[in-house]
T-cell receptor, first 112, second 115 residues
């Protein structure tokens, strides 16, 4: 099956710990994105990558880091510097930056 | 900075009713507009994509229109069913010059279709 996978579905961490969220796609898409969704708010862009080994900050990149070493993988690290990390995180991809975006099932991160 | 607004925030209708969801955006220099569906606790499912040069797109019971000059899009759902209950999100993609080709999302309309 083709698609975008995110793991794990639920993640619990203690405050002060870094955590990495996985995003993998087998759609051969060049562009990949990370969004954060909070209750009552629209999705906000964290980071995006249009090609391997290149990525740009989105609107709320502080406290997050990414890498794009392979076309199919775009992991997101939530660092201890992120003040309010508890949220629903969504990964998406598209053939190129101007095409339809497809989303993964999301990871719900809870930090206590 | 692009801003996207969706009205109403919530809508409850009886099964079988035709309905319209509204989306407005402040910067008309968009590349395309997408409508998504999100079920509780799930990711987003793409419903329709309208390029800036298009006026509308149709898929089954769904029809989306785009009026770029006035900064508006509507999603029309015909003969609504309980299975249509979900949150519907509108997102616009700007040009590389204005927004780095990023998607800007509205907060969504939560639709409930009652049997």
């Amino acid at each position: 099956d083709g698609g975008i996978t995110q793991s794990p579905k639920y993640l619990f961490r203690k405050e002060g710990q870094n955590v990495t969220l996985s995003c993998e796609q087998n759609l051969n898409h060049d562009a990949m994105y990370w969004y954060r969704q909070d209750p009552g708010q629209g999705l906000r862009l964290i980071y995006y990558s249009q090609i391997v080994n290149d990525f740009q900050k989105g609107d709320i990149a502080e406290g997050y880091s990414v890498s794009r070493e392979k076309k199919e993988s775009f992991p997101l690290t939530v660092t201890s510097a992120q003040k309010n990390p508890t949220a629903f995180y969504l990964c998406s991809s598209s053939i190129d930056r101007d095409s339809q975006q497809y989303f993964g099932p999301g990871t719900r991160l809870t930090v206590t | 900075k692009q801003e996207v607004t969706q009205i109403p925030a919530a809508l409850s209708v009886p099964e079988g009713e035709n309905l319209v969801l509204n989306c407005s955006f402040t910067d008309s220099a968009i590349y395309n507009l997408q409508w998504f569906r999100q079920d509780p606790g799930k990711g987003l499912t793409s419903l329709l994509l309208i390029q800036s040069s298009q006026r509308e797109q149709t898929s089954g019971r769904l029809n989306a229109s785009l009026d770029k000059s006035s900064g508006r899009s509507t999603l029309y759902i015909a003969a609504s069913q309980p299975g249509d209950s979900a949150t519907y999100l509108c997102a616009v993609k700007g040009s590389e010059e204005t927004s780095g080709s990023r998607l800007t999302f509205g907060e969504g309309t939560q639709l409930t279709v009652n049997p």
